[in-house]
């Protein structure tokens, strides 16, 4: 922000311009911020769909606002510790408070640990995530990758259990608090794992002729959340999961390339 304009003040001081474009992607950080904290309050008012949906509308807004920094041109240092601080709110601790109001705390101090290990390995995730912004020795091949499971997809994996629920395939989340557990510790784990996963955020460009395509999925995607958000929300991340496997493989393909080049 070296070359922003600046104004003197009245009192021989001065000040900063703000370009409007460093404030655009900030404005839907809070936004997302505000969605996950409003999640915890319907929560407690026993609204889980709606504290579901909060979070679910957070995990959108972040794919949102980093995307629209990059095409503002509007990084910035403040924006990416602000969008982290947001993450762990959004994608650590309101999915853990909602898990154990919901389910786990029918496993009492033990449920309660499971809480605290997703919240904290979102930390975990966050903070190795930044470090890794400043690796000069990165490869490039490894850009179009995550370092285990990124923080959203970690909150919309171990929100599963409220899925099944709304869709009557469990009558009650306290009974099956025993089989949720292990789900929660394993998304917890591949946060913090060293697991290639693919990321999105280095594809810029598609093919022309994929553009409709892409277009037509997007829309059929948003027909389906509005219509059927429960069993659109299992398949996506179903998928998700299946694509891991997937991820490994390519990026061990790409290491193996790179290696002998």
Known sequence: MASEPKQTGGNGGTFRMVPVRYLAPNLITLLALCSGVTAIRFAFEGRFEIAVSAVILAIFLDAIDGRLARYLKGTSRFGAELDSLADFVNFGVAPAILLYIWTLNSLKTMGWIICLMLAIACALRLARFNVALDDPNKPAYANAFFSGIPAPAGAGLAMIPFYLGFLKIIPDGHDWAMWFAPLVVAVAVLMVSRVPTYSGKSVRKVPREMVLPILAAAALLIVCLISFPW???????????????????????????????
């Open 231 to 261: 069993h659109t929300m299992l398949l996506v991340w179903g998928v998700y999961l299946a694509l891991i496997p997937l991820s490994w493989l390519s990026y061990r393909r790409l290491k193996a390339a790179h290696s002998k080049g």
